[in-house]
């Protein structure tokens, strides 16, 4: 007998082995619908936590900010982050990224990212440690 079948019909049956004077078989019946409701209600549960993250990751997709590189989550009062692109898009997981020197590490999946700032920052103040392209040698001297 399939569960379907025997949650539409049990309680009818339940109900007609009582009137046959059958009080086990109905026992043994009520105990199998008891053991299906209880697997609904646990099904049921499951699915309203489902509803709940999908609802967050939908309203936390609304606060993310990408800014070509990397995603930062901000609210009215805080900008929060960086985190990894890779992992958000795959995996929805915001994996925050770690500071380091001159780029920003995502520890989950390894991924860099430059720090475009700190780049800048660091030839500016070394101007001539950044080696400049030579002229060119010529092939033929006049
Ligand atoms: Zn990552």
Request: aromatic residues 8%; glycine residues 4%.
């Amino acid at each position: 007998m399939s569960k379907k079948l025997l949650h539409a019909t049990g309680f009818g049956r339940v109900h007609q082995l009582i009137l046959e004077e059958k009080p086990k078989e109905a026992r043994e019946l009520l105990k199998a619908l008891q053991d299906e409701y209880l697997a609904i209600v646990e099904e049921n549960e499951a699915l309203k936590r489902q509803i709940i993250e999908v609802a967050q990751v939908l309203d936390m997709a609304e606060c993310m900010e990408f800014d070509g590189q990397k995603y930062w989550l901000t609210d009215e009062l805080r900008h929060k982050g960086p985190y990894c692109q890779l992992c958000y898009d795959r995996d929805g997981l915001l994996m925050r990224l770690g500071k380091q020197q001159r780029h920003w590490k995502c520890h989950c999946c390894g991924n860099v990212f430059l720090d475009a700032k700190a780049m800048q920052e660091q030839s500016a103040k070394r101007p001539y440690a950044v080696a400049m392209p030579r002229p060119p040698i010529p092939l033929f001297v006049k």
